[in-house]
């Protein structure tokens, strides 16, 4: 199974629509039409909400995504030949956290469980057996034990770093294949990934013209939003279109409240 992602932060939650259909080119992208089943992570009012959408009905991902007022969406789209379930499609939550993942799927090894040292706590929030699932929880470990699980914190540095040491573990999560994989996690407030031997592409606006949806006809509100800022990142096998840069492989990267990107060597 292949996965690809996409995440999209704005300032402006009600602006989220507008954001949506600038950035159509990548959502194409993203959620080809053969998908079996997309995963769409949002926060609204600081809650994380999921919805798991199956064939026919994610066929126009745009469409899906202009319905959302939201400041933050994480978007995990799953083309297979075999039927999955619905725990297994990302992004996964756990209390104010979702996290989705780019790549190749795997089975974990249930017997592989015991060298992660995940509280029991966070553990039976497991429900699934893919990787990305047990190393998203295997990050929330980290968080537990530096006490920040609760995600309530202006230094993104632990975070970052906790990050840092789930992803050590190469041989459990990777099995000896190579780390061609993304992964973005967000609790509503910032976004934090990384690109592991494959590049993550990203775009910012800052102000939105012209915009598709607004300004059509004398009466109708203006089509120009000067104060909407925001960016979006995605793993694909391309470049969605030159608007869009890249951030190269094996990097982690951060976007704090303010939508600044930053990004540092893993």
């Not at 704005?10 to 079996?36: G, I, K």
């Not at 590049?199 to 509100?221: H, K």
């Not at 995605?234 to 470049?239: H, P």
Request: proline share 7%; aromatic share 8%.
């Amino acid at each position: 199974m292949r996965t690809q992602i996409l995440a999209l932060a704005v300032n402006d939650p009600l602006a989220m629509p507008c954001f949506v259909r600038r950035m159509a080119e990548a959502l194409a992208l993203v959620a080809p039409t053969q998908a079996q089943a997309i995963g769409i992570g949002r926060f609204e009012l600081g809650e994380p909400l999921l919805a798991k959408l199956r064939q026919p009905c994610c066929s126009s991902l745009v469409d899906t995504l202009s319905e959302i007022r939201g400041r933050t969406v994480l978007v995990s789209c799953h083309a297979t030949t075999r039927s999955l379930h619905a725990y297994d499609v990302a992004p996964f939550r756990y209390r104010n956290w979702l996290y989705c993942q780019a790549g190749p799927v795997r089975t974990f090894p249930p017997e592989e469980r015991e060298r992660l040292a995940i509280p029991t706590y966070i553990e039976k929030n497991i429900r699934g057996t893919t990787t990305p699932e047990v190393m998203f929880h295997h990050y929330l470990a980290f968080l537990h034990r530096q006490g920040l699980l609760g995600g309530e914190t202006n230094d993104l540095g632990p975070l970052r770093k906790a990050l840092s040491n789930a992803l050590s573990l190469d041989e459990l999560w990777f099995q000896g294949d190579k780390r061609e994989a993304s992964l973005v996690v967000s609790n509503g407030e910032m976004l934090l990934g990384a690109s592991l031997e494959r590049p993550v592409y990203y775009r910012q606006l800052n102000g939105l013209e012209d915009c598709p949806d607004c300004g059509d006809g004398d009466e109708a509100p203006s089509g120009n939003h000067a104060h909407v800022r925001g960016i979006a990142l995605v793993d694909t096998d391309r470049l969605p279109s030159p608007e869009w840069q890249t951030l190269g492989p094996n990097r982690l990267f951060q976007v704090d409240r303010n939508l600044q990107l930053e990004s540092f060597a893993l």
